[in-house]
């Protein structure tokens, strides 16, 4: 009973609320190359075009990183417009849709999800990673 209704919770969750760039979970999950629950290890903002936070791989849905990998976020290009930048905080445990494919990833902030809704919506990116072979 208490899973049916954390997957019912889960189906209701709006992308709006996940944020996700206004689409929906399966969406953003086909579209990025790298889904994975992180922990933030370090993080200095100030370093400009360098990597702002070093990221510990916690579990991934996909891409080629698995449990113990590290991944860097570097603030996205943008040309001559001001990014919008996750605010990485060490030690918080997030998950990330990084459109990039490497090591250097640099999520907006509505491709980075908090662990709270990461913990209600993992049942569903287990059934989308299955689904898509990854």
Excluded at 14 to 31: K, N, P, T, V
Excluded at 49 to 72: E, N, Q, R
Excluded at 74 to 92: D, I, K, W
């Amino acid at each position: 009973m208490r899973r049916g209704l954390l997957l019912l919770f889960a189906t209701a969750l709006s992308s709006r609320a996940l944020g996700l760039c206004g689409d929906s979970l399966e969406q953003a999950f086909r579209e990025a190359r790298i889904v994975a629950l992180v922990q933030v290890e370090t993080n200095d903002p100030r370093q400009w075009a360098k990597d702002t936070a070093t990221l510990l791989v916690i579990t991934s849905w996909k891409g080629p990183y698995h449990a113990g990998a590290t991944l860097h976020a570097v603030p996205p290009t943008c040309g001559s417009y001001p990014c919008s930048v996750y605010p990485f905080q060490v030690g918080e445990i997030v998950l990330v849709f990084a459109p990039g494919y490497g090591e250097l990833i640099s999520p907006e902030p509505c491709e980075v999800i908090g662990q709270h809704d990461a913990e209600v919506v993992m049942p569903q990116l287990y059934k989308l990673s299955w689904a898509a072979g990854t």
